[in-house]
């Protein structure tokens, strides 16, 4: 069954690094997208990206973030100065049309010290 | 905004027990509505969804109905298993935002002790 797989299952990252998140969707899927978890706190979604830019982003997705898809299979997540407070859990999902379901990965979880 | 608000967890039940993990909205518009499960080290996995008041979502022996007038999809199930002690979340997207956005519930766990 196809899966979508994120690397790496935990990432630990200095205060101020830069941290890439990896991704890789199903293949056939063209949209694509981002939700994090903060410990004890809801599932909040980050950004969604088609045709090969972002379509939608919420208020957590500042400047700090970038998403990328390099190409024809990754999707990534780069944190460019990592705080404290981006240690999360970090999902990413993809779904064949905007309207069906989306799949998601097992998730990095990334801890900032 | 859109938002989703679930039971508070943990819940600890014995097997074949009856669950129901409620799950209440607000939104504007008409949301679609979802149940997602989270079994240990896995992904996030739908398990059921309903489009429309009054659908009812059904998997694996789970069910759920959209209720527009109470606002609520609560999660049922009759005979609860060990398999299914997992972490569930009530999630809803508003499609006429425009590409799909997911509003989740905090998270519910789930622990079925045999």
């Known amino acids: 069954e196809p899966e979508v797989t994120q690397t790496p299952s935990h990432q630990v990252t200095q205060m101020g690094q830069e941290v890439i998140l990896r991704c890789v969707p199903i293949s056939n899927h063209l949209y694509f997208y981002w939700y994090r978890q903060i410990l004890g706190q809801k599932v909040e979604f980050l950004v969604s990206f088609y045709n090969n830019e972002i379509s939608e982003k919420s208020e957590i997705f500042d400047d700090q973030f970038s998403v990328e898809r390099p190409d024809g299979s990754n999707f990534t997540l780069k944190i460019r100065s990592t705080k404290l407070e981006d240690s999360a859990m970090y999902f990413c999902?993809?779904?064949?049309?905007?309207?069906?379901?989306?799949?998601f990965g097992q998730g990095t979880r990334l801890t900032v010290v | 905004g859109n938002s989703v608000t679930q039971m508070e967890g943990p819940v600890t039940l014995s097997e074949e027990a009856f669950l129901t993990i409620n799950c209440t909205y607000t939104?504007?518009?008409?949301?679609?509505l979802f149940w997602y499960v989270q079994y240990p080290g896995e992904g996030l996995q739908l398990l059921l969804k309903?489009?429309?008041?009054?659908d009812k979502g059904s998997n694996k022996g789970f069910e759920a109905t959209y209720r527009k007038e109470t606002t609520s999809f609560h999660l049922e199930k009759g005979s609860v298993q060990v398999s299914d002690s997992a972490v569930y979340f009530c999630?809803?997207?508003?499609?006429?935002?425009?590409?799909?956005?997911?509003?989740f519930g905090q998270g519910t766990r789930l622990t079925i002790n045999p």
């Open positions: 939104a504007t518009g008409y949301p679609s």
């Open positions: 999902a993809s779904s064949e049309l905007e309207e069906t379901e989306a799949f």
């Open positions: 999630a809803l997207s508003d499609q006429r935002q425009g590409a799909q956005k997911l509003v």
């Open positions: 309903a489009t429309k008041a009054d």
